[in-house]
Nanobody
Framework: QVQLLESGGGTVQPGGSLNLSCAAS????????MGWFRQAPGKQRDQREL??????????NYADSVKGRFTITRDNAKNTVFLQMNSLKPEDTAVYYC??????????????WGQGSQVTVSS
């Protein structure tokens, strides 16, 4: 069993910053890609959109809408991924979900989701 525990989030004014973190725990052999997806208000689970991904080698991929404003990093030793969000806009308002591609001990590769963190950008 693997759990992803998120922290951070909250309410901030436009132009402000927030930082999210997500720690994976459980029967983990290794973690490949980790990332953050977001679900905007009124959207369904299958409409979550990618914000940022990072491989265990440190390669990153960002949605065009967040490039230059968001930075994803990870601490492999602690199985933790971070999302630094700067210059936040009202359209960044969403529930942010951590995701990780995990090889469990023993078992196959499987994707796991965090519980979600509300980020609200409003004046």
């Amino acid at each position: 069993q693997v759990q992803l525990l998120e922290s951070g989030g909250g309410t901030v004014q436009p132009g402000g910053s927030l930082n999210l973190s997500c720690a994976a725990s459980g029967s983990i052999y290794t973690i490949y890609t980790m990332g953050w997806f977001r679900q905007a208000p009124g959207k369904q689970r299958d409409q979550r959109e990618l914000a940022a991904l990072i491989t265990n080698g440190g390669e990153t991929n960002y949605a065009d809408s967040v490039k230059g404003r968001f930075t994803i990093t990870r601490d492999n030793a602690k199985n933790t991924v971070f999302l630094q969000m700067n210059s936040l806009k009202p359209e960044d308002t969403a529930v942010y979900y951590c995701w990780a591609n995990v090889v469990v001990t023993p078992g196959p590769v499987k994707g796991y989701w965090g519980q979600g963190s509300q980020v609200t950008v409003s004046s």
